[in-house]
């Protein structure tokens, strides 16, 4: 039997696609700076409801320049939920930024508003929160502690493009939004592709230059033309000199890298945002199949959603209960190796991975992130690909496995 697993792409491509890579060739126009790039910018940003979106090569990308935006540096603290890719915190690493791991909620497998101002110090200067699986995270409960106790609030969004929170786009309000683009993402940019989403005009601008390699910081008005003995000329264009000749640098806080995207990838973009609400609804036809499995099997529990939210069902969750007496490591293996269902679970708690320890972090930090993943939680296939016999035959093998395993 052939293993069903997590389709390579997870989006689905068609002609419009390729006719709109063929239009940006075509065009001969610059394929880094092209006028698709500033186009899918707009169409994102009116998508969301948001007033300014930057477009950038990654995910990652955006969670970097997210923190040059804020100004972090070595001796900040931040709060990041404990169940967070590692592309989320790796900047703030970088940086020589402390992490405290907040814990999560048990049911939605986001962070738990609770367990955020236990860990707030006079050193804290943001929270970091993903919207696990494109599950909204309660955003007026943290962005109410953000504002009681003066923080930011960076949302990695990589799961959560076309989701809603109470009837509105996720990244409407945000302060720093970053969406993922890349192969597995409910739509895609040629493989890689991010998003920065935000209200605030000042981070917009500075975020469309710390993508194309601008620095930022302190500078003053040079009154003189002159640099040495080289004089100005009428027309310095061609040189490339940048502000040498106006300005003189006190201070450089920030300076940017090459973190664009392309014209081919944007031109690609605007195609996949107008088929994002279609695609997100194939998804939610199939957890709608998968959730009507799990309620009849006893031991297993569905995740959790908010009012008025809708998932954009990047990963499909669920959970063993804890009284069911299933072994969760078993499940999985049954699923695998007997049934060809292959299961991948995400994320790793960012504590327990070495760095992290390395650190100073260590088990017992996060219990409720740290039970539900080595005891509860498990994923199935979720794809807007998938064929209606691949969605029947996992939902086979799931009751099967319960019912072989139940005790």
């Not at 696609?17 to 700076?33: H, Y």
């Not at 194309?212 to 910081?217: A, D, I, V």
């Not at 995207?261 to 709608?288: C, F, H, S, Y």
Request: hydrophobic content about 35%; proline content about 4%.
């Amino acid at each position: 039997m052939k293993m069903i697993k997590e389709y390579p792409v997870g989006t689905i491509f068609g002609n419009e696609e390729i006719d709109a890579i063929k239009g940006v060739l075509d065009s001969g126009v610059v394929l880094s700076r092209g006028p698709d790039i500033e186009a899918f910018e707009k169409e994102f940003a009116e998508y969301c409801g948001a007033k300014h979106a930057v477009a950038v090569s990654s995910c990652g990308a955006a969670l970097h320049i997210a923190t040059q935006l804020l100004g972090l540096k070595e001796g900040d603290e931040v709060i990041c939920q404990a169940n967070a890719f590692w592309v989320t915190i790796v900047h703030l690493l970088e940086r020589g930024v402390s992490i405290k791991c907040a814990d999560i909620d048990a049911y939605s497998l986001n962070i738990d508003p609770e367990k955020i101002e236990p860990l707030i110090t006079n050193k804290t200067k943001a929270i970091y929160l993903v919207h696990h699986g494109g599950n909204p995270a309660d955003l007026d409960e943290i962005y109410a502690i953000a504002r009681k106790n003066g923080l930011s609030v960076v949302e990695d969004c990589a799961h959560a493009v076309g989701a809603d929170y109470k009837g509105q786009k996720i990244g409407h309000n945000s302060e720093i939004a970053c969406f993922s683009f890349s192969t597995h993402k409910n739509i895609s940019t040629l493989g890689e592709g991010g998003m920065i989403v935000t209200n605030n005009p000042r981070y917009a601008e500075m975020a469309v230059g710390l993508r194309t390699n601008f620095p930022f910081g302190k500078k003053i008005k040079r009154q003189v033309q002159s640099l040495g003995q080289y004089h100005k000329p009428q027309s310095p264009v061609f040189m490339h000199a940048g502000d040498a000749w106006d300005y003189d640098w006190i201070k450089a806080d920030e300076f940017g890298s090459s973190y664009r995207m392309t014209t081919p990838q944007a031109a690609v973009g605007r195609v996949q945002l107008k088929k994002l609400d279609q695609l997100n609804n194939l998804r939610t036809r199939i957890t709608e199949k998968y959730n009507k499995s799990i309620d009849q099997l006893e031991g297993l529990r569905k995740l959790s959603l908010l009012p008025k939210c809708r998932n954009s069902w990047y990963l499909y969750s669920f959970f063993i209960n804890s009284e069911s007496g299933i072994n969760r490591d078993e499940f999985v293996d049954c699923l695998n190796n007997e049934h060809k269902v292959k299961t991948v679970l995400r994320y790793w708690p960012i504590h327990l991975g070495g760095i992290m320890r390395m650190q100073g972090h260590n088990d017992g930090e996060c219990p409720v992130c740290e039970r539900v993943w080595f005891k509860e939680q498990m994923s199935l296939p979720i794809s807007p690909q998938m064929t209606g016999d691949e969605i029947t035959i996992i939902i086979r093998a799931l009751k099967s496995v319960y019912q072989m395993l139940v005790k």
